[in-house]
């Protein structure tokens, strides 16, 4: 299953659009600890993975180096908060933004077949492996190649951010049965 993280992006309200706009994630492979707490040799390749990958930030929205159109990057193997914010605050925006993915307009599912090549780019779509092809075995070889920086946009002017009204339905009590002021 391949997923646009710009279709997420676009996807999100104006205001929230704004309100990340500038914000950096840390990226750690802290997630992924547990998996090598069983053995001597599992606890040294994770140093190893720890000396090699520190936690590194990367802004929530980057820009396409080749289509110029912005991206949401962040996920929940990686992201592990906002850098800024408290635990509780990063948990609060980052749950949304990374339930982005499950929304099954910005998804593509691939139906494999014998002979099936599938490329596609780390930069705007995320990649996530469906089980669902026992008792079979999947073969895959993986070939990255090396980008340049991620390039991020710059924090929203808090004074341009649009202001929304709500609308109520027509018949729908916005007042919770008070008379308005």
């Known amino acids: 299953m391949f ?18 706009s500038g914000l950096e994630g840390i990226h ?41 159109r912005k991206v949401l990057f962040v996920n929940p193997q990686f992201t592990v908060a906002i850098n800024g914010m408290d635990e509780r605050e990063s948990r609060a925006l980052l749950d949304p933004l990374f339930h982005q993915a499950l929304v099954p307009e910005y998804q593509y599912r ?3 077949e014998p002979h099936t090549i599938a490329m596609w780019d780390n930069r705007s779509a995320q990649h996530y492996a469906i089980h669902d092809y026992y008792p079979q075995r999947r073969y895959m070889e993986r070939v990255t190649i ?3 920086p991620v390039t991020g946009v710059p924090r929203a ?17 916005v007042h919770g049965g008070h008379k308005p002021h």
């Open 157 to 173: 002017d808090p004074a341009g951010i649009r202001r929304l009204k709500y609308v109520a339905p027509a018949g729908v009590d």
């Open 28 to 68: 750690d492979i802290k997630p992924f600890r547990p998996l090598f707490q069983t053995s001597e040799e599992d606890r040294k390749k994770l140093q190893q993975y720890e000396l090699m990958y520190p936690p590194r930030l990367h802004p929530v929205v980057r820009i396409h180096p080749v289509s110029g």
């Open 146 to 148: 090396r980008g340049g």
């Open 3 to 20: 997923v646009s993280m710009t279709a997420a992006y676009d996807g999100l309200s104006d205001r929230m659009q704004q309100f990340i």
């Open 110 to 112: 691939l139906h494999w």
